[in-house]
């Protein structure tokens, strides 16, 4: 009985077996080269995400660095950010970092996070001969850590915002009602707006600080300080930003809605007659084709009397990082002669991918100021350059998503009639205990 | 209308509004997998003419093929082989006697209460070790052995006539020629039943995929659709398309396994 049993379970596993050969079959040779990252044979691998965007960006950064080094091949893995930071995880808590490519793109509100927990995924290009100083002093700080820089920084995250033309003239106003103004002008132009036309101006996912953390920048707040610690209660600056949000809320100015999805429906359905955003917003705007002509974009609110008060800030955008795994020279030399070095490269991605440059030489060129049709001929783009080159440096942390969810909750709360303190109080507690 | 016929009208209208309302769903991403994105985002209820337009456009966004290709292979080897583990696993709980297999059944469904996300980075780092990232025997292997599968097969052996494998025994059949011609003929609907839930996990799984197969040519369709909601624009006709296209296979395979489905999971044998 119990040899015959050993026999089937013998038989069973060599079936087993053979079945896996068979589907493991051709797989053989390319089993762990999936990275690919560090070979020293002129190849670059690179994971970014967006196709018509940064993918493509990559790809023509390739084509341009080809024409004086014929023999670089570059592949772009594409690999969805929320996937990328997955992978990052996974390799830098298994140490299996030749998994890692030679180049990844990384969201700049990932990046403290990213850096201190897991520094062994970087490699330090301080002294790659890249001029940092070409970039935004706000954007590099998101990739430097300790005097040190760890990423190029790439797409433009300027806010702006963006509003409909031709509801604002059936109520009288134009665009310069909403340039360099305060937030109280902007509410009191809004309801005034509402009232005649029936529009609100602005949307957001409810239960989300993008909104907030944007008017917070634009004062030179944020919910740390230098060393890294929340200053989440006891905040000026955030306190204001919370007030100007509930009372665009209450008033009925902005409409808040459950999902990602469903903010991008309410103007392209011209439910609203606005938005504030990254300028990266404006590819979305643009899918609605029967409002051509009828957008402009000018800078944000100030918070009047708080910090800084610029009317400038930024939410998104992100930086190229050379991995600990890379041909570091060669992944160097790549995008500092491309990224951090070429106005063609920038011209090229920018008609057609509509990528906003952070590399401030690259705004001078004429095809940044060429009139956009869909923004009734505003240059768009050059607009976000400069907008981008005055927003105000603010330290994001390793704990800055557990501090942006912390105030989202706070909101939910303070809208539902919590006192404002209060609910802040316990949002500090809240990151106070995820940093234990 | 009798009075019987009236009597079971409301409860006839709440049966309608509610089979109405669980295939609405469906027929959404149908519709809007024929309509322009914009369209889609106004939820525009009708049928479009957009199917082709975003068909081109999905195909030159995304390498539809080899994605198709890459999930079928994987779901097909997941099932087939899963069927084989389990379907012995279970056959042995029940048909083998031993002081420890209940113990060892204990085990099997504590395993089932542990998150994947706990064993994800052990099992990564096995894998990288033995060199298999990046191959389809790494997205397989973790799955063939499926706790709740296996006490699918142990319940169904449980009304599997012993009297016939003595029998058997007793004509000289051996215990793998029990198994393979008299079990698994025998036990059809529940390889029907378990083979649709293995197909579907299989063909659903996201996040092992999406970390051990780091090369792009073994992208799968749940990977595909997520590569489509990644960039600052979202196409939402193209979205719903790949979205209808990844549904189709389990649609089918649950259609055609459906009467077997259901005899599998209430019990094989009458």
Partial sequence: MRKKMTLASVAGVATITLALAACGGGDGSTGGDGGGGGEGDGSLTVWAWDPAFNVYAMNEAATIYQQDNPDVTVEVIETPWEDIQTKL????????????????????????????????????????????????????????????????????????????????????????????????????????????????????????????????????????????????S??????????????????????????????????????????????????????????????NITNLPSLEGVGEATNYSANGGS?????????????????????????????????????????????????????????????????????????????????????????????????????????????????????? | MTRRSLRSLPSLVFLTLAALASVFPLYFMVVSATNTSQDVLGSRLLPGGQLVDNLNKLLAAQDLGAAMWNSTLNAVGTTVLALLVCSIAGYGFEVFHSRNKDRLMGVLLLAMMIPFAATMIPLFRMFADFGLTSTTIAVILPAISVPFVILLFRQAARSFPHEIVEAARIDGLRELGIFLRIFIPTMRSTYAAAAVVIFMTAWNNFLWPKVILINEAFQTMPMLISNLTSGYVTDYGVLMLAVLLTSLPTMVLFLVLQRAFAQGITGAIK
């Fill in chain 1, 234 to 295: 006891d905040n000026d600056a955030l306190l204001q930003a919370i007030d100007v949000y509930t009372r665009l809320v209450e008033s009925g100015l902005f409409v808040e809605v459950n999902s990602w999805d469903e903010y991008i429906g309410t103007f392209v359905n011209s439910n609203v007659a606005g938005t504030i955003n990254g300028i990266w917003i404006l590819g979305s705007i643009q899918t609605a084709e029967d409002q051509t002509g009828l957008w």
């Fill in chain 1, 319 to 436: 930086s190229w990082v050379v991995s600990s795994n890379a041909d570091a020279e060669l992944a160097e030399d790549f995008l500092g002669a491309t990224f951090a070095g070429s106005t063609e490269f920038y011209d090229t991605i920018l008609p057609s991918s509509g990528a906003i440059a952070n590399w401030i030489p690259a705004s001078e060129s004429e095809v940044y100021a060429e009139p956009h049709p869909f923004f009734a001929d505003q240059p768009v783009f050059q607009l976000a350059v400069e907008f981008g080159a005055q927003v105000p440096s603010v330290n994001t942390g390793a704990y800055y998503y557990e501090g942006r969810d912390a105030v989202s909750a706070a909101i939910t709360n303070i809208l539902n009639g919590a006192d404002p303190a209060d609910a802040l109080a316990e949002a500090q507690a809240t990151v106070e205990f995820a940093m234990q």
């Fill in chain 1, 89 to 232: 995880t996974t390799l830098a808590q298994t140490g299996e970092l030749e998994e890692l490519p030679d180049i990844f793109l990384m969201q700049n509100n990932a990046f403290q996070k990213n850096l201190i927990n897991y520094p062994e995924l970087f490699t330090d290009i301080t002294d790659s001969g890249i001029d940092f100083a070409e970039f935004p002093e706000s954007v590099v700080a998101f990739s430097t850590t300790e005097g040190a820089n760890y990423g190029v920084p790439f797409d433009n995250g300027a806010a702006v915002t963006a509003l409909r033309t031709d509801v604002l003239a059936e109520a009288g106003y134009t665009i310069e009602d909403f340039t360099d103004i305060t937030w109280d002008e902007f509410i009191a132009n809004g309801e005034d707006i509402l009232a005649q036309t029936g529009k609100p101006l602005l949307s957001g996912v409810a239960g989300e600080s993008d909104l907030i953390t944007m008017i917070l920048q634009s004062t030179g707040g944020s919910l740390f300080d230098a060393d890294g610690n929340p200053t989440i």
